[in-house]
DNA sequence: CGTGTTTGACCCGCGC
DNA sequence: GCGCGGGTCAAACACG
């Protein structure tokens, strides 16, 4: 009777710590998984960083690009003279100089949208050829273009734009990135052109716990402040580990790239 | 094999 | 109506 009593007492006791050991696995997993949580919500506003670096890299490689154009053709034409509103270029229908290498043969123009060539052609009034492009979105875009070089100063192409983008240029993006392959032409992301390289290598993601998310993610009411800048101490470590693994950077890169494809709704610009 | 480029042929508007 | 020239098409080709 007691042998059998023993019996059970051990098996009790030995349920009690099974029951005592899942629990704290249970406690850790919890614990892992808030911090998982916490991290997507970083990974998350990172992501939208990114979003918006990757939009002011290419609005300021335009203005950058108008910009030498403006100065340029103002020297050139006006001896310093002050532009006139009929000379800026407008986004409809506009004229855009890009300045190249003389030997440069390719007649690309790299204004951030992806084209799909169609015909080239050279015409009477200029012996270098036409180039015949449009939107790689169409028929969803209508828009086409046209790029030569100038005959005034060969180191210009001119672009003539024929109506008006009816979606973001991170479509472009996104659908070049996702397909990882891609066209020689005007195409901002292209691997063919030269300011691939560039503009990804302008692009630092910056995983640790600044700006915005930290500003987002305050104590909880069950958080004490220490408990708090632990877990973030932590999370910082890891984060850390993570930025330093070369692989684990080139597959957030590729996620980010894909998931921009994705974007639920375009702006125009 | 899929996607983009090349290039000769074709179309179409315009001036004579 | 004809010829010219700019714009577009589409088959062939190239490339990854």
Redesign the pocket.
Known sequence: MCDVFCCWKKKIVSAIQNIEGLKEKLERVRKENESLRFMVEIMNDKCNNLQSHIQETIRTEQHMKYTDYLASYYESNHKGGRPTLEEVPSSKNSKIYVKTHCDDK?LVVRDGYQ???????????NPSP???F?C?MAPRCPV?K?VQRWMEDKRYLVATY?GEHNHDVYCSIGQSFA?A?????A?FPTPETSNTSQFRSNITLDLTLSGSSQEKRRPSSHDSMEEYHNKKMKIEEYVASLTKDPNFTIALAAAVASSIADLPKPTIL
């Open positions: 390719t084209w799909r060539k169609y015909g080239q052609k050279v015409t009477k009034d036409r180039a015949y449009r790689s086409k046209k024929d397909s392959k891609s066209s020689s032409t195409g």
